[in-house]
């Protein structure tokens, strides 16, 4: 089944050369291009680095943060997957088209420059079976006017409460440097688990 887009989607390369986020997720979490400055400052406090990726000159974005909330409420937030319009950067649209426990599929819109085009995707979220303590989420693209995406968040008990471990790809196919893709999806995932923290601290019991 699919979701028909109605925000302006990205034209063909002769007509428009440049956008995402931004995580995702973008590129799918951030709303443009960003110096290493900007993104270091915005980062202050998250871990984020650039991951290699196989058969790819893109980098995946890797981030890791702690909050001060348990394993099961950190995931019960990861698994709403209809509301994650509600809080994660630049998202504009987050329908769940079919779901059975925690596998969905989800119908995403993200803006990106300056709300100026829309990536879309309709992807596939379910949890993980992992072994431990750990829990896992992860995001795959279906299909979509990006050339790839996955997303993965990786939830570890900690003495401080829950560790958050999330890295995101976003190819989204345009001619622009690698290396652009690259730094945009380091931002977007330290945007992403930041936007959770904020999240997890608007919940019932206080601070994250």
Same mark, same amino acid.
Do not use: C
């Given at each position: 089944m699919s979701y028909a887009a109605t925000p302006v989607r990205i034209a063909p390369v002769p007509i428009v050369l440049a956008a995402?986020?931004?995580?995702?997720?973008?590129?799918?979490?951030?709303?443009?291009?960003?110096?290493?400055?900007?993104?270091?400052?915005?980062?202050a406090g998250i871990f984020t680095a650039q991951v290699p990726t196989e058969g790819s000159n893109i980098a995946a974005g890797h981030a890791v943060i702690t909050v001060?909330?348990?394993?099961?409420? +950190?995931?019960?937030?990861? &698994?709403?997957y209809g509301n994650y319009v509600q809080f994660m950067p630049n /998202? *504009?649209?987050?329908? =769940?088209?079919?779901?059975?426990?925690?596998?969905?599929?989800?119908?995403?819109?993200?803006?990106?420059?300056?709300?100026?085009y829309t990536l879309y995707g309709q992807l596939k979220l379910d949890e993980q079976a992992?072994?431990?303590?750990?829990? +896992?989420?992860?995001?795959? &693209?279906?299909?979509?006017?990006?050339?790839?995406?996955?997303?993965? /968040? *990786?939830?570890?008990? =900690?003495?401080?409460?829950?560790?958050?471990?999330?890295?995101?790809?976003v190819d989204p196919d345009l001619p622009l440097p690698s290396?652009?893709?690259?730094?945009?999806?380091?931002?977007?995932a330290g945007r992403a688990v930041r936007a959770l923290r904020q999240r997890m601290a608007e919940a019932p019991g206080g601070a994250a």
């Open positions: 995402l986020l931004a995580s995702a997720w973008a590129l799918l979490l951030a709303p443009g291009i960003a110096s290493a400055a900007d993104a270091h400052e915005e980062n001060d909330k348990p394993v099961d409420e +950190v995931l019960s937030v990861l &698994l709403d /998202f *504009t649209k987050s329908k =769940v088209l079919a779901q059975r426990g925690s596998k969905a599929m989800v119908y995403m819109e993200v803006s990106v420059a300056k709300g100026m992992q072994e431990g303590e750990s829990r +896992v989420v992860r995001g795959s &693209l279906m299909d979509g006017n990006i050339n790839a995406f996955n997303a993965t /968040f *990786t939830l570890t008990p =900690v003495a401080e409460g829950t560790e958050i471990d999330f890295k995101i790809y290396a652009v893709f690259s730094r945009e999806n380091e931002r977007a």
